[in-house]
Every structure is written in C-alpha cells, then in structure tokens.
C-alpha cells in the first residue's frame, strides 16, 4: 500500500492578523533567488508584520542586503555560525562592527553558538568565535541570537561564565524538552519556537512551549529549514507560521490568535522593532 501523501494547506486560508513576527529566516539564500519578493508579500498576506533575515557573516551583508531594499519589514541580523568559527578572523569581526555602527537594520548578532553535531569546525575554534562574537555583541550594543545543536550543556555554561546571564538573549530553534527549557530562562533569556513543535513525535518540546513565559515567548521558521506540518520536507518561508503558532497554542491551551500577538509583540521588545498600530 502506497504511503498517503500530506494534504498541503494553503497558509494564506488560515491568515491571522497583521501582527506576527519571523524572528529568524534566511531569506537570502538561493532558495529564494527566484521568489523572494513573492515569499514576502505571502508573509503580509498571512498576518506577518516583520521578518528577521539572518545574515552568516559580512560578505554575504554586504553583497545581499539590497535584496530586501523594498522591504522595509525586513529587519537583519549577522553573525558567524558556529560551523563556519574558522572564518571568525579579527578582519571580519572589525567588518562586522563597523557594520553595526552604520545600519540601524541590524538589530542582533547571531546566529552564534556551538554545534557539535557537524563535524565541519573544530570545537576549540567554535568556542573563540563564540567568545568572540560575544563581546562584539557587547560593544556594538546589540542582542544575542544563540545557535545551539548538540552542545546544549557547553553552550550554557559559556554564556554563563561569559556573564551573560540577564543580556538580552535569544535561544534560537529551540528543540528541547522543559529541563533545558528550564535552565535557559532561569538565565532571563528568551525562547524562539520552530516549525517541528508541530511534529507529532516532538512532544518534549511541546511541554517546554507550555511552561515558557508568555512574555519570552517567539516563533521563526529559520527558512527554508523546518517547514512545519502540513509543509514538512518542502522549503520553508515566513508564511507558515500560521501553521506552527497553531501548535504551539494548543500545547499551551490559549487562543492561536492571542499567541500570534503576543509573540509578535516580543519579538519587537526583543530586537527594537517598531510597535505595530
């Protein structure tokens, strides 16, 4: 028997109010060489005020930041992954900061962190350039945005020796269950939720969306990575947060709505966006 294929809705029939907010997409990218504006104007159509493009580094700011000149809705982020720690030189952290000194769009340093699960860096260069972007965030006044995979426990225990306990920090693509959960807001950090809180084995991490905060709550896509249920294994864009603040409602017993507001209001306390009318 042939396996059922997923009915694909449509996220525009589901649209929620103008109000929500990808804080974190790759918009960019290639996947969205021919699409982007269209991507874009879906995420309007389904109740997206603003986005969130990370940026991996100065070069890729520099050459593709005009992508998003007729969209003022998109804000930036930059930051070197934690994969990429070799290219984390002292010439491109000085780009990065002069960078930040001139673009009032560039409102957080991410995505850093470490990630043990590629094997592309090695892990010492991971935590320099991590420490590294850590005191650039400090400098240039801005937000952290932390990449985490497999190194949830060294991961925390930098950002705490580093005394970024109470800074203003973003636990991106959370995907953990309510003990890590747990650690990360007892440090005054918040909270992003991706596309697999909709994935019906993830329910460790539907428990941790219920107990977090509702004001260090956020949602992302981190498009076009983890496109939600009914989407999954199909690029991701901004648009299918309808489908995942869906979820996340659920799990938290509040009104899908309501949720989609409030983690929208978050998100512009969070990055200094302007409040929506």
Not at 26 to 47: P, T
Request: glycine content about 6%; hydrophobic content about 40%.
């Amino acid at each position: 028997m042939s396996k059922k294929s997923a009915v694909r809705i449509d996220p525009l029939t589901l649209a929620l109010p103008l109000a929500g907010v990808d804080s974190h997409a790759h918009l960019d990218g290639q996947e969205f060489d021919a699409d982007r504006d269209a991507v874009l104007e879906r995420a309007h159509a389904a109740g997206i005020a603003q986005v969130g493009n990370v940026f991996l580094g100065p070069e890729e700011y520099h050459a593709r930041r005009a992508y998003f000149d007729a969209h003022p809705e998109v804000f930036f982020l930059m930051g070197v992954h934690p994969c990429d720690g070799q290219k984390c030189t002292q010439e491109r952290l000085a780009a990065m900061r002069a960078a930040f000194a001139e673009d009032s769009r560039l409102k957080a340093v991410g995505e850093i962190g470490l990630d043990f699960y590629w094997p592309d860096c090695p892990r010492e260069i991971q935590y320099q350039a991590l420490r590294d972007q850590l005191a650039l965030a400090r400098a240039v006044e801005r937000p952290v945005v932390i990449h985490c995979r497999d190194a949830e426990e060294e991961t925390l225990m930098t950002l705490e020796a580093e005394g970024f306990a109470g800074y203003p920090l973003l636990w991106h693509c959370f995907g953990q269950g309510p003990e890590t959960a747990r650690r990360i807001l007892s440090n005054g950090w918040h909270i992003s939720i991706p596309g697999p809180v909709t994935y019906k084995a993830n329910e460790a991490l539907r428990e941790a969306v219920a107990l977090i905060p509702a004001d260090r709550l956020l949602l992302e896509t981190d498009a076009p990575y983890l496109a939600p249920l009914p989407w999954r294994g199909k690029r991701n864009e901004p648009s299918y947060t309808v489908f995942t603040v869906r979820a996340m409602a659920e799990a938290r017993g509040e009104n899908p709505e309501d949720l989609w507001r409030t983690c929208g209001d978050n998100a512009r306390r969070f990055f200094g966006l302007p409040a929506q009318e």
